[in-house]
Each structure stands twice: as C-alpha cells, then as structure tokens.
C-alpha cells in the first residue's frame, strides 16, 4: 500500500498530521504484514486520527465501531431484521399453498442488519476499508474475547448461514485510553504503539499544519503554554487535539498574542473539568504567559 516508510509520512503530512518515525514504522509494518495495529496513549494525542488519515490516503471507506460499557456482538456485528422477516412470512402465507415451507427461507443474508465489524468483513470491491475499533478498554472484556476470532483470521461465523471470510481483510485501528489494561491474547494479535504528548517541536510543526494561517508568535505562545501546563497535576491534562481547537478559536477571536484575560476567558477550549479550571484561574497564569512569550525559551 506504500512503497516505504518515507512515503508513508509524505501521505500522511498532506493530510495535516505529524507522525514521528517510530508510530510511521508501525503503521507500515501494519499495513505490510495485515497485522491490526493498537494505539493506546492519553486522550486527545491523535490515536482515532490515524485511522481517520488512513482511510483517506488510501481513498478507502473508514468503518467505525465506538466502544461502550455493556457493548455486545449484536450491536458490533449483526442483527436480524425481524420486521422485515415477519413481512416475508406474512407475504409467503399469502401466496403459497405449501404451508410446511413457510419461513424455511428467512434466514437469508438480505435479511441481516450488517454492523460494523460484519460490514468491515464484506466489504465490496478490491479495497480493504479501515476498520477502528476505537475506545476497546470502554468494552467489556467478554467483548475482547470475541474479538479474538475476527482479528486471528478475519472471518465471522453465523449459525443460520455459516462462516462468511474476508476477501479483502480490513485493516484494523484499535485505539485505547488505558482507562484499564487490555487482555494480553487481544494485544498480541497486534502491533503495539503508545502515541505520547508531542515535544515542543513536533506540536508546533502539528499547529502550522492543521491551523492555516495562525502567526508563528501566536503558534510558539500555545504551544509553550500547552507543554507547560501539561506538567502540572491536573484531573485531564489537555492533548493535541485541545491545543488545536484552542488555536482555532484564537484565531476566531482575532487573538495575536497571548494574555490573562484571554486565557482566561477561553479555558474551556483546554480544560474540561471544572476542578482543573478553577485550579488554572488561581494560578499565577501571567508565570506561563512569561514562560511563552520569549521565542528562545
């Protein structure tokens, strides 16, 4: 699917996101080897994006299933379209005298409701979709075990129908927050990374990217503001994703430069707990505000 790593990373910068080398190397040994690849990391350093920016660079369909506490198969693979099964033993009672045949025939694979994991497996044509299977540690672990089978060999067996095996296997995200440890027999049908916080550097060159037209001060200020904080014990340490939303909505304000007021008034774009907001407002904000406004800092 990519001729090398290099062109791998060039795809992936057109597409506004900044892979450092080791996670560029996982994607393509995932993507080579049709391994599923996992992602843990905090929430919001870009985990679900690379599924996102996978599916674009390949022009391929992106199948989502989010995970949930309580998430069982049915939902994830597929169900039975019982009002539409009824409708056809209502038609067939009407049209055939053969009543020994009724409902022989309803379990047909027209009449199934394909979810993600099931669509991911039939997907037509000679492209393989992404499958992300974000969030896994929200699932139960009776949800990883079935897992197991599909990410082994990329086939689902049905009673009514049978064993129905990928042509085209998906190639498989998952992603987790490490909100509690995933089974060691799901990671090892994986490749495994674990997508840290960007270094100055690297979330700087992240903020040019996916915010056009942001001035290089304003990018620096963030930046600094966002790797200075993160150091501090807060309850939800912002990720990427907050500083580009926070960049984004400074730009919307006509903001160029950073200052207490405008940290002030925009900390909902960084912190999402009000124990961490009402603990930033009583720090000294204008020591990070310092700390950022010198560019060799």
Same mark, same amino acid.
């Given at each position: ?17 900044? =892979?450092?080398? !080791? ?5 393509? #040994? +995932? ?24 599916? %674009?660079?390949?022009?391929?369909? !992106? ?32 049209? +055939? @005298? ?12 027209? *009449? ?18 992404? !499958? ?8 139960? /672990?009776? *949800?990883? =075990? ?36 995933? &089974?060691? =027999?799901?990671?090892?049908?994986? #490749?495994? /990374? ?5 270094? #100055? $550097? ?12 942001? $001035? ?7 930046? /600094? ?9 807060? *309850?939800?340490?912002?990720?990427? %994703?907050?500083?580009? @939303?926070?960049? &984004? %909505? ?9 200052? $207490? ?20 407002? &009583? $720090? ?12 060799? +800092?």
């Amino acid at each position: 699917m990519f001729s090398s790593i290099n062109d791998l990373e060039e795809q992936f910068s057109e597409q506004g996101y900044i =892979a450092d080398h !080791l996670l560029l190397t996982s994607i393509y #040994l +995932s993507t080579s080897l049709g391994k599923p690849i996992f992602l843990e990391g905090e929430p919001g350093v870009g985990k679900t994006e690379v599924a996102k920016v996978l599916a %674009a660079v390949l022009d391929t369909e !992106l199948i989502r299933l989010q995970c949930y506490e309580g998430l069982d198969t049915y939902t994830a693979l597929y169900e039975w379209n019982y009002p539409r099964q009824m409708l056809e033993l209502r038609m067939e009672e009407a049209r +055939s @005298d053969d009543k020994a045949s009724i409902g022989k025939d309803i379990f047909r694979e027209e *009449f199934l409701l394909k979810r993600p994991l099931l669509r991911a497996i039939q997907t037509p044509g000679d492209k393989p979709p992404v !499958l992300l299977i974000d969030e896994i540690d929200r699932s139960d /672990h009776e *949800f990883e =075990a079935f897992l197991l089978e599909i990410l082994s060999d990329f086939q689902i067996t049905i009673p009514e129908i049978g064993t129905i095996r990928a042509v085209h296997p998906p190639i498989v995200v998952l992603t987790s927050n490490r909100t509690r440890e995933i &089974h060691d =027999a799901l990671k090892r049908r994986c #490749l495994y /990374h674990w997508i840290d916080y960007p270094t #100055l $550097e690297k979330e700087l060159r992240i903020v040019k990217s996916r915010v056009p037209g942001i $001035e290089q001060q304003l990018s620096r200020q963030i930046c /600094h503001f966002m790797q200075t904080i993160r150091s501090q014990d807060f *309850f939800k340490r912002p990720g990427v %994703a907050e500083t580009i @939303d926070w960049a &984004h %909505a400074l730009l919307a304000l006509g903001i160029e430069e950073l200052t $207490e007021d405008t940290v002030n008034a925009t900390l909902g774009c960084i912190l999402k707990y009000k124990d961490d907001i009402e603990k930033l407002q &009583h $720090e000294d904000l204008s020591r990070f505000i310092m700390d950022t406004g010198n560019p060799q +800092s």
